[in-house]
């Protein structure tokens, strides 16, 4: 694509003044009906070191309302980051719904800076392709407008420019070693940002070369390629807006997409479970001591070698997932975990992207994130309350198999578990907290709702485990009907889960 962009290209001052204006009206215009229609919009600008980005970005903010967008100057990844995945960093900086973030520099960083020569990294590099069209198409599928700019300068503008830097003691500290052994492999940059741009031009997030030799063509071609992608976004969003839901065979209210109900045959992990199973007394009072030193003893070594952990826990209302929870991190080092209980998104958590929530909590490097509900409510609660549409309940399910095979790469263990008890058992613990003064608060007319559904819950539970049980971070099912079976189930499954990672680690 680099090599196909006609650089000598100019534009005169009366083309470009007239352009620009008629753009800069119109792109203004889009931001408030993207603003009117909730619509997400994230713009990057790459490019060659010296190419006018900054100059270029402030360009087209110009006709923008500032209270409306955000700039993030993305610079090495700090040591916070580093701790975590990649793209954690990139997560947290997503726009919510209505609004425009832009970013100097982004997730393509790791792609496309330096790495001539180094042998190591460039074997990372397919993996990193599939992990960033991943991500960009979960951006594209949620509705976002994802734009993303290459400035181009020859290698002979370039080296014009940075000496013309480098003269300006005001400007000279943009130029110093780095940039000038970049700017000395240039063609072997080239090479390898042609690579990464093919290989990253998709349908979801396709893009734009800009030609930078020439700045007011470049202003230009900016605009315009913002201007049609909100125009587009915004004609879509306008022709769906009134669509509504049918009901044997619905309609999706963004899209207008038609779907029918799946039929599945269940899951075999449901099947299996056994609730009759329990454990004594004595027993129970015997192994959890042993237990929770042994998860001490985990949680050292995860410390020591940097491995972070996520543990799930899904289940029917009052599983005793509280109380599993409460054994789990008993004898724990309180500094080395943190318990996330998710609850209904308010108000700036529904504005932005489901997972952006919970990626916001991944724990650091040696450390432990317990989520107390999670990211699969969208599958469950809001496909079963109709808080989600069924196009987005039903792409959930490849978005989060995803995200956690992003956070698996990064060495992660992942332990998810669905607390399961029976109808009987949950009516018995329902009468049981609403007539004692100290668990009444924990029975609240929601969860006698939800009880009303069960055969749309088990339905969806299905799917769920169907669907998102992977070989690397299977679903674990706890028979729950025993408190106690359960609690000494959910210590025994997480400290295997650590020992076949420790056994892992020793073994490469």
């Not at 940002?193 to 070369?209: L, N, P």
């Not at 129970?284 to 050292?300: A, D, F, N, T, W």
């Amino acid at each position: 694509m680099l090599d196909q962009i006609d650089l000598s290209r100019k534009l005169n001052k009366k083309e470009w003044k007239g352009a620009r204006e008629e753009l800069q009206e119109r792109l203004g215009e889009l931001q408030r009906q993207a603003k009117a229609l909730t619509i997400p919009t994230l713009v990057i600008l790459e490019g060659w070191d010296a190419a006018g980005k900054g100059t270029l970005l402030n360009r087209i903010l110009q006709p923008l309302d500032p209270r409306g967008f955000r700039v993030y100057n993305v610079s090495r990844p700090s040591e916070e980051a580093r701790m975590r995945p990649y793209l954690w960093a990139f997560w947290r900086l997503l726009p919510e719904e209505g609004r425009i973030v832009f970013m100097n520099r982004s997730w393509y960083r790791r792609l496309l800076d330096g790495r001539f020569g180094q042998d190591e990294k460039l074997r990372q590099v397919d993996e990193d392709l599939e992990e960033t069209r991943h991500f960009e198409s979960q951006l594209h599928q949620s509705g976002m407008v994802l734009v993303k700019f290459f400035i181009h300068i020859t290698k002979r503008e370039q080296r014009k420019r940075l000496k013309a830097l480098d003269k300006k003691a005001e400007f000279s500290w943009r130029v110093q070693n780095e940039e000038w052994q970049r700017h000395k492999h240039y063609e072997e940059l080239f090479a390898l940002t042609e690579e990464v741009i093919r290989a990253t031009d998709t349908g979801d997030a396709a893009w734009t070369v800009v030609n930078g030799q020439d700045e007011r063509l470049a202003e230009v071609q900016m605009l315009s390629t913002l201007v049609k992608a909100l125009e587009e976004a915004v004609a879509l969003r306008q022709r769906t807006a009134e669509a509504s839901d049918a009901s044997a065979v619905r309609e999706d209210p963004r899209t207008g997409t038609s779907y029918s109900e799946p039929e599945l045959t269940g899951s075999a992990l449901l099947r299996e479970a056994d609730l009759r199973a329990t454990c004594s007394e004595k027993d129970y009072k015997k192994e959890l001591p042993e237990l929770q030193e042994r998860l001490r003893e985990i949680q050292c070594t995860l410390y020591r070698e940097r491995i972070p952990a996520v543990v799930a826990f899904e289940g029917w209302d009052a599983a005793g997932k509280g109380g599993a929870i409460k054994r789990l991190t008993e004898n724990l080092d309180p500094r080395g975990y943190e318990v996330h209980p998710t609850s209904a998104p308010n108000d700036f958590e529904r504005a932005h992207y489901h997972l952006w929530r919970f990626w916001r909590n991944f724990p650091k490097a040696g450390h432990i994130a317990i989520f107390d509900r999670t990211w699969y409510g969208r599958v469950l609660v809001e496909r079963v309350e109709g808080f989600c549409s069924p196009e987005e309940w039903r792409r959930a399910y490849s978005e989060i198999n995803e995200m956690e095979a992003q956070w698996l790469r990064y060495g992660t263990i992942i332990v998810k578990f669905w607390l399961h008890i029976d109808q009987d058992e949950q009516l018995k613990r329902f009468k049981e907290r609403q007539d004692s003064p100290q668990k009444s608060w924990k029975i609240t007319d929601e969860d006698w709702r939800n009880r009303e559904k069960w055969p749309q819950y088990q339905k969806a539970l299905e799917e769920m485990l169907l669907r998102t049980s992977t070989l690397q971070a299977p679903w674990t099912v706890v028979e729950a009907n025993s408190k106690e079976y359960a609690r000494l189930k959910v210590l025994r499954t997480v400290i295997q889960a650590a020992e076949t990672a420790f056994k892992a680690l020793r073994n490469q």
